[in-house]
């Protein structure tokens, strides 16, 4: 599903000695279909920039990226935007969610976004909030959730286009364990009902033994 050959991702001159950072210092990885992944290491070794480049959020320095075959390195703006719509689900530590909106109207905005017919945004945000169970606290608005209701709530948003591939940044990092616990445990069930890709970051070693796989980086590197 996933293939990282020989990545590298060179910041500008931000070093203490106004070095370059190699955030990504040759990367190589391949992930399959349906897999579930969890990535692991000490801040700053380069793992939310690994997430931004699979997900064409960020572009490569040197290496290749195949997604099912594509080459997305090779992608323009354009071909970035529409890869991100269509393949990826993106799940941040801190939500992404927007606070004016109610937690079903930031389940929708997706399909709002792209133009989805209004009976199938209906139909689908019900699955969703089903899926999470998020019903009883459709109508909430952001302030009115628990932090676990949040990530749940942005996880449902991150489903909406049925994505490919889930990229999710330390999704539990705010939670308790328990909450931690319901989180990941979605995440599984999602991914094994609907073969979904998922690359997952975290601190937690419980968290990661949820995944049928463990990549450890260090210093730009895959250990
Ligand atoms: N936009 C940027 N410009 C310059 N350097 C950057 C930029 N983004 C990240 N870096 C540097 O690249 C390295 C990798 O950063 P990254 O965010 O990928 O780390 P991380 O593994 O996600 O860390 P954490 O666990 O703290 O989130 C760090 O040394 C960071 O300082
Ligand atoms: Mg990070």
């Known amino acids: ?26 990367v190589s990885l391949h992930i399959e279909h349906g897999e579930f992944v969890a990535i692991m290491g000490p801040s700053g070794c380069g793992k939310s920039t690994l997430l ?3 997900g064409g959020l960020d572009v490569l320095t040197s290496g290749e990226i195949f997604l099912e075959d594509e ?17 990826i689900g993106f799940v941040f530590q801190f939500f992404n969610l927007l606070p004016t909106l109610t937690v079903e109207e930031n389940i929708r905005l997706p399909g709002v976004l792209q133009n989805v017919a209004t009976a199938k945004i209906e139909s689908r945000s019900m699955e969703l909030l089903a899926a999470v169970g998020m019903e009883h606290r459709a109508r909430h608005r952001l302030h009115q959730l628990s932090g676990g ?19 999710a940044d330390e999704p539990t990092g705010n939670l308790d364990s328990e909450a931690s ?6 995440f599984r069930e999602i991914g094994e009902k609907h073969r979904t890709t998922i690359v997952m970051v975290t601190h937690s070693r419980d968290v990661a033994a949820a995944a049928h796989r463990l990549v450890e980086m260090r210093d730009g590197r895959v250990v």
């Open 149 to 167: 209701e949040m990530q749940r709530a942005a996880l449902a948003r991150a489903l909406f286009m049925e994505p490919r591939v889930l990229l």
């Open 1 to 26: 599903m996933i293939r990282i050959e020989n990545a590298t991702k060179l910041y500008g001159r931000t070093g203490p000695d106004g070095a370059a950072v190699h955030a990504l210092n040759g």
């Open 71 to 87: 080459p997305i390195h090779k992608l323009d703006e354009a071909g970035l935007t529409r890869l991100r719509r269509n393949k």
């Open 181 to 186: 616990a319901k989180v990941v445990k979605l």
């Open 52 to 54: 931004h480049v699979l």
